[in-house]
């Protein structure tokens, strides 16, 4: 069984936050729906609602950063990234600002449909220079990355979970900047599994190796620099080559940034992107887009057909057979 | 400021004198480089000099007469790039700070700084050419520049941030911001008003070119934002409409504003002419934003002026 955390995020801040009295927290009013609430109760001196006007928060956060405050900005990832793009990139990316751009409901996790959902943010805030672009997938990222952005010289952008999140990984190991997670070794092909879907993609690779392929497996959460060494050694030692599997568009996040790496080393493996593809999306439930989509489990398994050729026969059921579980029953109502 | 620079004892003289030699210096650079924001000196050179010389309490120059060359843009591998700040003095919680945020008046500020010895003459030189900090459009590296602006409507929200911060810190100086009039056509500024309101700024001070003017010509034919000063009261700010060429009423709401505690910022709306002081400049209305000369025959005209107003300064 996985342990499943509630709101981990908000409850880290405000243990985080307590001795850093830099730490400020901006919010477009979606303060509980960024688990920024605990913040501002806790410490109403460094909490400031800027109202739904983005741009303005923005460059005010930008203000505050040159002065040697830290702010840490709260809204959903769609409004920080799309709405004030040019004001993220001229107001704290150029003069390389220590923003720190809390982004949630990344992807397909919102039933809210194509307005709240960020299919497109790892792209914009990875072509911006200066910007680190990290993405948490479970509970202990959730928890340790705000260490991780708070020692960046630069403005970084987090890819943030809220609400019930998992357990994947040890909270006695951390996110760490720049290093992937090792999740298995294999010679046959390797995964490479970005934020929620490194859950998906552990019941799927738990399936394949049942069936006799020897799967290496990386969770990826620094997407920008994209520099770790780890990821080429895997790539290069698989023979049949590599799956990324995103919770994104496949243009610009985690399937591009390894087609430039393979390119640039002169790895000659083939590449297959799991991600929406050159779509958007609609409001509906996230296991019902994660399959309509094809980001499950499902996908990853015909994508490793695919890649070796192999029919392995696995089935939606021998898949939830191997289901990690604990993704709970807990209130579906959204708070947007 | 400088004594010795300014003979007259009398803040508005030095301002007229100020503002004067800044048109002749622009005319000039315009003539030489058959292209200039010339428009931009006509009506701002008063609002400016009145800010450096009578409202703004900045310490000397940190920085040095020719201005240095580009250090690369600022990044986590590079401690050596730097903001233009220094040539407006030292930071310091009792002295003030200046946000110039319309940077494509970058000429008229360069040319203001020479005029009241933050910058040296020869720097003008550098303006436009590769490798200087001398831009075309003023970007934080450029001399008196601080923040990257030339989005417009982004240096507003970056001062009030500054503004908040300093206050945070308890420092008691003032931010103040010049802004163009057009850039209240971009929904940011809006914005930003209504954030100082609510977070009641107050030692922040707002001077606005207003001379009607933009890119494709007037405002009013291009998007109009009047009643300006009623919609920026609106939005809970202390608003001020006075002659943006006249000194005197350009530092009134200033000085009255130092002398009580604040809650809401304060707003100088600069009513100016763009062709102020080259009249010659009214025969290209509307289209004055950026000055190119087309024959021979207007160059020659120019270059008069340029004399005639020469003659008269000496």
């Known amino acids: 069984m996985i342990e499943t955390v509630q709101r981990p995020h908000g409850v880290n801040l405000v243990r985080w936050a307590k001795d850093r009295p830099e730490v400020l927290v901006l919010s477009a009013d979606l303060t509980a729906s960024c688990e920024a609430d605990g913040f501002r109760d806790a410490y109403p001196d460094r909490f400031f609602s800027m109202g739904m006007a983005e741009q303005n928060m923005m460059s005010f956060a930008a203000g505050l950063a040159r002065e040697g405050f830290t702010p840490f900005v709260h809204t959903f990832a769609v409004f920080i990234c799309r709405r004030p793009f040019d004001q993220v990139a001229m107001s704290i990316a150029y003069p390389n600002l220590p923003v720190r751009l809390i982004g949630f409901l990344p992807g397909l996790t919102t039933a ?4 709240h959902q960020a299919i497109d943010d790892v792209a914009l805030m990875r072509l911006l220079p200066n910007m680190t672009v990290l993405e948490c997938g479970d509970a202990t990222e959730v928890e340790s990355v705000l260490d991780a952005a708070q020692a960046i010289n630069g403005p970084v952008y987090v890819r943030m979970l809220r609400g019930e999140v998992p357990r994947l990984f040890d909270p006695g190991a ?30 799927a690779t738990a399936a394949l190796r049942a069936a006799g392929l020897a799967v290496a497996h990386l969770h ?19 023979r049949h080559g590599v799956i990324t599997m995103e919770n994104h568009g496949i243009i610009g996040g985690l399937g591009s940034a390894v087609a430039e790496s393979l390119a640039e080393a002169g790895l000659g493996k083939r590449l297959i992107r799991l991600g929406l593809r050159d779509t958007y999306a609609h409001g509906a439930g996230r296991d019902y887009l994660l399959r309509e989509y094809g980001l ?18 696995l089935t939606e059921a021998a898949l939830t057979g191997v289901r990690l579980e604990t993704l709970g029953t807990a209130d579906k109502t959204e708070d947007l | 400021m400088d004594q010795a620079r300014f003979p007259s004892p009398d803040p508005r003289t030095q301002v007229g004198q100020v503002a004067a030699a800044v048109r002749r210096r622009v005319l000039e650079h315009t003539l030489l480089h058959n292209g200039g924001y010339l428009s931009q000196a006509c009506s701002a050179a008063e609002v400016l000099a009145t800010l450096y010389l009578r409202v703004m309490r900045l310490g000397p120059s940190q920085a040095p007469l020719t201005p240095r060359p580009f250090a690369g843009v600022p990044g986590a591998d590079n401690p050596a790039s730097f903001t233009g700040a220094d040539y407006n003095g030292p930071r310091a919680p009792e002295l003030d700070r200046f946000i110039f945020s319309p940077v494509h008046y970058a000429l008229v ?12 003459p020869a720097a003008l030189a550098q303006f436009n050419q590769d490798g200087s900090t001398v831009e075309l459009i003023g970007a934080e590296h450029s001399p008196g520049h601080e923040v990257t602006a030339g989005s417009l409507a982004q240096a507003i929200s970056q001062a009030g941030g500054i503004a908040l911060a300093r206050r945070l810190r308890g420092e008691p100086g003032w931010v103040w911001v010049f802004m163009s009039d057009g850039e209240f056509q971009e929904g940011q500024a809006w914005e ?3 954030a100082l309101a609510h977070h009641r700024i107050g030692r922040l001070g707002v001077y606005v070119d207003a ?17 300006l000063a009623a919609r920026l009261r609106a939005f809970g700010a202390e608003v001020h409409e006075v002659d943006g060429h006249d000194s005197d009423a350009l530092a009134a709401p200033a000085a009255a504003a130092r002398t009580t505690d604040r809650d809401r910022p304060l707003v100088v709306i600069a009513r100016t002419d763009p062709c102020r002081g080259i009249d010659l400049l009214r025969a290209r209305a509307p289209k004055l934003h950026y000055v190119r000369f087309k024959s021979e025959q207007e160059f020659a005209e120019y270059s008069q002026l340029l004399a005639t107003l020469r003659e008269a300064a000496a």
Not at chain 1, 175 to 188: F, K, S, T, V
Not at chain 1, 297 to 304: D, E, I, K, P, T
Not at chain 2, 109 to 120: D, H, M, P, Q
């Open chain 2, 211 to 227: 001379n009607a003017q933009q890119c494709d010509g007037a405002m009013a034919s291009v998007m109009t934002i009047e009643p």
């Open chain 2, 192 to 194: 930003a008003f209504a």
């Open chain 1, 112 to 115: 809210g449909g194509v307005t």
């Open chain 1, 174 to 203: 951390p996110l760490r900047l720049g290093q992937a997670r090792p999740l298995g070794a294999g010679g046959d092909l390797a995964v490479l599994s970005t934020g929620i879907c490194t859950e998906e993609a552990l019941r």
């Open chain 1, 220 to 238: 990826v959460s620094t997407l920008k620099p994209f520099t770790d060494p780890l990821i080429l050694e895997t790539i290069a030692g698989v």
């Open chain 1, 296 to 313: 499950d489990a499902m996908a990853l398994v015909r994508a490793a057909e695919d890649l070796t050729g192999a029919r392995l026969g």
């Open chain 2, 109 to 120: 500020l360069y040319s203001l700084l020479i005029e009241v010895g933050r910058l040296g």
